[in-house]
């Protein structure tokens, strides 16, 4: 295992050695000490394991490799993520996941505002709550909850699938509560094993569009 102590080498050192022929697979990062962009833009099939925490845009733009954070994480962790997995053992800040077209990201505890934003693939698994505005404009992907949701879950949505256990306080734009169907009961139970999550699909409720934005309506047109 390659070890870097992130107290006595700089974070572009560490995501330097993290790109390009990469020759070890497992890498342990010591004393992240929550600074920012760390172990981002990998494509290589790398373990990295993080003890401690992290600040902004933790693991952004992977590909292939599996990031394990010990701790919290800042702004914007798995960022525009496109494979592989982000696995963040305490919470999240806001935008967690945004953008991200594939991939795992496990959040074991809260994430704030925002999560999924924009989210184009991913799938996203927090086991606390999630604050106001997530999900907005997602398009595709999963996302699940296993605590409350804030605000306007899932506003101007597209195709992504919300599953909450908890309460929601608001949906947003377009969003409304779905049937959930026996494919739906099966591929979340499948998203709460991989996360190592001992709950049961048929506690939590299926959050989508309800496709009444998709086109312009020109009854509409003096709202503009």
Not at 115 to 136: A, L, R
Not at 147 to 161: F, I, K, P, Q
């Amino acid at each position: 295992m390659k070890t870097i102590d992130l107290s006595s080498t700089s974070v572009r050192v560490l995501n330097q050695s993290l790109h390009g022929e990469v020759q070890d697979h497992e890498w342990r990062v010591t004393h992240p000490g929550g600074k920012h962009n760390l172990a981002v833009g990998i494509n290589a099939d790398v373990a990295v394991d993080i003890e401690g925490h992290a600040g902004y845009y933790c693991a952004g733009m992977n590909q292939q490799a599996s990031v394990t954070v010990h701790g919290n994480v800042g702004v914007g962790v798995a960022e525009n993520m496109m494979s592989g997995s982000v696995w963040v053992k305490g919470s999240a800040s806001q935008a967690a996941g945004a953008t991200a077209h594939g991939g795992l990201l496990v959040i074991e505890g809260d994430a704030g505002a925002r999560c999924g934003i924009s989210m184009k693939g991913v799938d996203i698994v927090v086991g606390g709550s999630i604050g106001h505005m997530s999900c907005f404009m997602g398009q595709a992907g999963r996302l699940v909850v296993c605590g409350d949701a804030g605000d306007a879950l899932g506003d101007s949505l597209y195709e992504v699938r919300i599953y909450v256990k908890g309460t929601v306080q608001s949906l947003g734009s377009d969003c409304i509560e779905k049937e959930m169907r026996a494919e739906h009961l099966q591929e979340l139970q499948e998203l709460l094993n991989k996360a190592g999550l001992a709950h049961k699909a048929a506690d939590f409720k299926r959050y989508g569009s309800a496709r009444q934005l998709y086109n312009f309506k020109v009854d509409n047109a003096s709202a503009y």
